[in-house]
Nanobody
Framework: QVQLVESGGGLVQAGGSLRLACAIS????????MGWFRQAPGKEREFVAT????????AYGDSVKGRFTISRDNAKNTVFLQMNSLKSEDTAVYYC?????????????????WGQGTQVTVSS
């Protein structure tokens, strides 16, 4: 059973920073990509960032580009999302996900495993 567990969410003021972590219990595929998505109340789930496990190639959603950074620790099977210059519109539940795709994966249907989510609330 593959499990993804997110941590690091919380309440922060606008302009502040948070670092999310996602630990995966075991590598489900030889090579895979991991991603972060988010869902605000009343809105659809939105792509935030993705990273390929082997080469560490990254891609970001337009709304977070330049403020968020995705990274990974291969030895610890953990992916991180550093969020800087947070805005009230970043408030959402953040989910991490894993896919057997070896290329960048920006769409939910590409992902096989999902975490339970962690709440991020940015106060203005």
């Amino acid at each position: 059973q593959v499990q993804l567990v997110e941590s690091g969410g919380g309440l922060v003021q606008a302009g502040g920073s948070l670092r999310l972590a996602c630990a995966i219990s075991r590598r489900p595929f030889g090579n895979y990509a991991m991603g972060w998505f988010r869902q605000a109340p009343g809105k659809e789930r939105e792509f935030v960032a993705t990273i390929t496990w082997s080469a560490g190639i990254t891609a970001y959603g337009d709304s977070v580009k330049g403020r968020f950074t995705i990274s990974r620790d291969n030895a610890k099977n953990t992916v991180f999302l550093q969020m800087n210059s947070l805005k009230s519109e970043d408030t959402a539940v953040y989910y991490c996900a894993a896919t057997g795709s070896t290329v960048l994966a920006r769409f939910q249907y590409q992902y096989n495993y999902w975490g339970q989510g962690t709440q991020v609330t940015v106060s203005s």
